[in-house]
């Protein structure tokens, strides 16, 4: 399989399900789906502001950078990165159905939050 085009991945590393999730991804992933560059919304900051992106918002959501520069956010970023593993193919056609999309969007944004102010790093 060739290899996919690089991305960059902005994620929590302060989250212990996010860094878990982070590693599961690479094991599944293995070698052939490109270079992949996972980023700390909080050490790159910066770097998402001179994208348009508030560090406060890229806490709540996943968001990844294509090599074009396109910003992909929330579930359709999840969809992203599902659909460089082959196995994981169908999973993010079906989490891309509209009803599934917005249940899912509205479950993982209720579960940010929770877990944000149970840090104390929910914005105010």
Same mark, same amino acid.
């Given at each position: 399989m060739p290899s996919q085009s690089a991305i960059n991945v902005f994620y929590d590393a302060e989250c212990p399900l996010c %860094?878990? !999730? %982070? %590693? %599961?991804?690479? &094991? =599944?992933? $293995?070698?052939? @789906? $490109?270079?992949?560059? =996972?980023?700390? *919304?909080t !050490? /790159?900051?910066?770097?998402? &502001?001179?994208? $348009? @992106? !508030?560090? !406060? *918002?890229? +806490? &709540?959501? +996943? /968001?990844v950078e294509t090599a074009n520069g396109q910003l992909i956010e929330g579930i359709d970023a999840y969809r992203l990165l599902m659909a460089r593993i082959p196995v994981l193919v169908p999973i993010a056609w079906i989490i891309g159905l509209p009803g599934i999309k917005t249940g899912l969007r509205k479950l993982y944004d209720v579960w940010v939050k929770r877990r944000l102010q149970e840090q104390g790093r929910w914005p105010t």
């Open positions: %860094r878990k !999730e %982070r %590693r %599961r991804y690479e &094991r =599944w992933a $293995g070698k052939n @789906v $490109g270079d992949i560059a =996972w980023l700390d *919304v !050490e /790159h900051q910066q770097m998402l &502001r001179a994208k $348009g @992106v !508030e560090p !406060e *918002v890229a +806490l &709540r959501s +996943l /968001h």
